[in-house]
């Protein structure tokens, strides 16, 4: 990535060579003025939560790995792959480093400290809000936001860390739930903490997303079809409802899941789309996402249209067709026309125009369709069900004449198989759609690679084993 961004990192003890581990707590995010000083301001608390968005965007989370990098490497929607590399196959090679390829394994630390980082900067923030917000922040709305948002973003990094390192098909079994994977750090402090059970992270991140919420209510009439005050780019009161439908979708809770899908779609003010000229990424469709300065230069070594196509994250035409079940470009779905992907024919070459035909530099966290898609699996496979997945596809421009149904619940996971990968190509929510179903085999759009549950489930990065809180073989804490 080309930017440089004064921004602090935050590390936990023993774990990140990134910054000094002694002084973070003392500064906040995006200045060098210290934590005692920045927080004496309203602008001081605005600034600090601002520089957590901004971490979001680096390449080791947002701005690459968890959206259009590592998650589609992961699923197989390019056929670009590393120099040097045997086979698609390398890039589920998590336990050892690897020199000119995937280097999966250290990628997936990357991701981990730095999801890490942002959470220790959430925390600290948190905690000058208890001790200055409200002789400081003198608007209650403003004061309400600050919170609401941070402890959104808590629960959200902590939900993409419980996705990758968590078990696989959480709501498949109570084994899946009982898991130890991950800390849930709620203290700006170096202490070391437990890996908790994969259903006590669920609990603790509904808990702060509903705490969120009561802080954001009195945004809860939010029209974020009004872009000028920029709320997509931020957790709004609807993107939190969004957030609780997805993590109660994950957890197995339909009822609950479809019920909140359902507020977004009927209160957030956006609509389906019909049309993606000059806005492949649908940013019009977006409940949250990040804003990335600067982003069709930033991101110019993965996207690009030019005779070098062959060195971006590119697919070939028949990948392409079978994503998106067409032939050629005389697909009926605008999501595989000319208008969202660039194709080279004489190279039998495409790439994603999600980020090179992007005006509003805007990674997508939470799009609208996934509330649909929510709603269909929480309809309790019926006609109702069909008619949230037929919306989204009839939009784009799909005909009625090929509606799904949606009458069992297989019908329904393979109508949404197909619909993730091609409503999310280039956003990195495919891969865990097909983790959060239990979904392994032979991937339809690449053949030589079949996907086992191990390829699901990322293991600990060896500072966390290193450093970290660890058991035992009897489960003693050491």
Request: charged content about 25%.
């Amino acid at each position: 990535m080309k930017k440089t961004i004064n921004i602090l990192i935050a590390g936990l003890t023993g774990l990140f060579s990134l910054s000094s581990c002694s002084d973070w707590l003392d500064v906040a995010p995006n200045t060098d003025v210290p934590a005692e000083e920045l927080f004496t301001t309203e602008n001081g608390f605005m600034s600090a939560l601002a520089g957590i968005y901004i971490t979001m965007t680096e390449e080791n989370t947002y701005g690459k790995n968890l959206s259009f990098g590592l998650m589609e490497q992961l699923a197989q929607m390019y056929d670009k792959i590393p120099d040097g590399t045997p086979d698609r196959n390398s890039v589920y090679i998590y336990d050892t480093e690897t020199s000119g390829a995937y280097n999966t394994k250290g990628v997936l630390a990357n991701i981990w400290g730095s999801q890490y980082h942002s959470i220790a900067n959430v925390n600290n923030l948190l905690k000058w809000w208890d001790l200055n917000g409200e002789s400081v922040i003198a608007n209650t709305d403003t004061r309400s936001m600050i919170r609401g948002e941070a402890l959104a973003l808590r629960a959200f990094l902590h939900f993409d860390l419980l996705r990758g390192w968590g078990p696989m098909n959480y709501a498949g079994s109570d084994e899946a739930k009982e898991m130890k994977c991950i800390p849930y750090r709620v203290a700006a402090d170096h202490s070391k903490q437990p890996l908790l059970p994969a259903k006590e992270i669920v609990t603790r991140i509904i808990k702060d997303l509903k705490e969120a919420r009561e802080y954001m209510s009195y945004e809860k009439d939010l029209d974020l079809s009004n872009r000028i005050e920029g709320r997509h780019f931020r957790f709004n009161y609807h993107a939190i409802n969004a957030m609780l439908a997805r993590v109660y979708n994950y957890a197995g809770m339909k009822d609950s899941a479809a019920i909140h899908a359902r507020m977004v779609i009927d209160n957030c003010g956006l609509a389906l789309e019909n049309g993606n000229d000059n806005d492949p990424i649908l940013s019009k469709e977006v409940i949250c996402g990040l804003n990335m300065h600067e982003m069709k230069d930033n991101l110019s070594d993965y996207f690009a249209i030019g005779e070098k196509i062959g060195t971006k994250y590119y697919l070939s035409i028949s990948t392409l067709n079978s994503i998106f079940e067409s032939i050629g470009s005389e697909s009926e779905d605008m999501r595989a026309k000319g208008t969202a992907f660039y194709r080279n024919n004489e190279l039998q070459q495409a790439i994603s125009l999600k980020y090179i035909d992007n005006d509003n530099e805007i990674i997508p966290l939470i799009r609208l369709p996934e509330m649909y898609y929510i709603a269909c699996e929480g309809s309790e496979y019926s006609e109702e069900a069909a008619m949230f997945v037929n919306s989204v596809r009839n939009k784009r421009g799909i005909s009625k004449a090929k509606d799904v149904t949606c009458d069992t619940e297989e019908q329904c996971i393979s109508a949404l198989n197909k619909e993730y990968r091609k409503e999310f190509y280039g956003e990195g929510q495919y891969f865990w759609f097909l983790k959060t179903h239990g979904i392994t085999g032979t991937l339809a759009h690449s053949p030589t690679v079949t996907l086992m549950e191990e390829n699901f489930i990322f293991p600990l990065p060896d500072a966390e084993v290193e450093y970290g809180w660890t058991e035992d073989e009897e489960g003693n804490l050491e």
